[in-house]
Each structure stands twice: as C-alpha cells, then as structure tokens.
C-alpha cells in the first residue's frame, strides 16, 4: 500500500479483481468505501482476460507489477482511479504504468497524485531504473499527468506519444 497526500493506493488481490470487474459494489464493500460509478471499457475487460488475472494467478510472478492499484480518497473514501503496471522491469530496468480517473473524480489532480505516489515507490525498487508510458495524442489530460510528474516526451507514432522517466 502507497499513501499520498489525498490518496490511499492499494494493490488488489486475485480475488477483490474479480470483485472489481463485477461492478456491483462488492468490492467497495469488502474495502469499506463509499460507493463509486464505475465502469470498465471494453479494453479494460480484454486486459483483465488476456493479462492481469492471469499474470496475478502466476505464483511465480510479483502480482505488484501484473494487478490493478486502486486509487482511494481519503476524504470521499471512494475509489477515483486505477494504475498498473504492465509486467515486471525487463532487462533495461524499466517498468510502463498505465493509469484512469474515473469520469467525476477527474481534473483534480488524483491522477498526477497517484502516478507521483507510483514513482516514489519505484524509486524503492532496486531493479526498476526508467518507468514508461504511452498516452493518446488527443489525451491533453493523460500527457500533463506525466509532464507534472517529470516524463520526457522520447518518441512518438501516429497516434501515441512514448514518454520516460528514469529513476
């Protein structure tokens, strides 16, 4: 668990994944939180099938780099947001995150808080040297997120921007 400023950020279990993808509040329940409307994308649920639930249930793996870290505000006590990582540091030393503010809870800066709270952690992590991410050219609000948190712009496709930051 990673605490910021406004934030409680808790890694989730196999099971409070299962919860989480419900959407029916079982797992506001089970962490003792406020309600929150939530939804999960239809990329979203293809991660969990194809990705996360497996690489959680992989005994073998460190689930801190494969599950969903929930963003809670401690003054609503309601989830605002999410981050992952996607998999384990690769040779390089680096580790993307990927991250979402649920639609109410946005332009508030929990994001930016959040991905901060990320870094710090990482900066504890002995094999993690670089943390990288992508963000939709139109996505003003994913890019500033990471701009605040000190990424740099390293490259671009048609439609993405690549951003790192080394630790």
């Known amino acids: 668990m990673i605490e910021t400023e406004r934030l409680i950020l808790k890694p989730l279990t196999y099971k409070q994944l299962i ?13 003792k939180l406020n309600q929150t409307s939530r939804t999960i994308s239809p990329e979203l649920k293809e991660a969990f099938a194809q990705t996360i639930l497996p ?3 992989d005994k073998s793996k460190n689930y801190l780099y494969s599950t ?15 981050l992952c990582f996607v998999g384990e540091p690769n040779a390089n030393g680096e580790i993307e995150i990927g991250y979402g503010t649920y639609d109410e809870f946005q332009n508030k ?9 990320i ?4 900066k504890t992590e002995s094999e993690i040297q670089s943390i990288i991410a992508s963000t939709e050219k139109s996505n ?5 997120v990471l701009e605040k948190n000190g ?4 490259g671009e496709t048609q439609a993405l921007f690549n951003w790192k930051l080394e630790i």
């Open 68 to 82: 969903l870290w929930t963003a809670i505000s401690k003054i609503d006590n309601k989830m605002v947001g999410d």
């Open 55 to 57: 690489n959680v249930a």
């Open 19 to 31: 919860k989480y993808i419900k959407c029916d509040n079982s797992l506001e329940v089970e962490l």
């Open 119 to 122: 870094i710090e952690w990482a």
């Open 109 to 117: 800066g929990f994001m930016t808080e959040a991905v901060s709270g």
């Open 140 to 144: 003003n609000a994913s890019f500033k």
């Open 151 to 154: 990424f740099i712009k390293i």
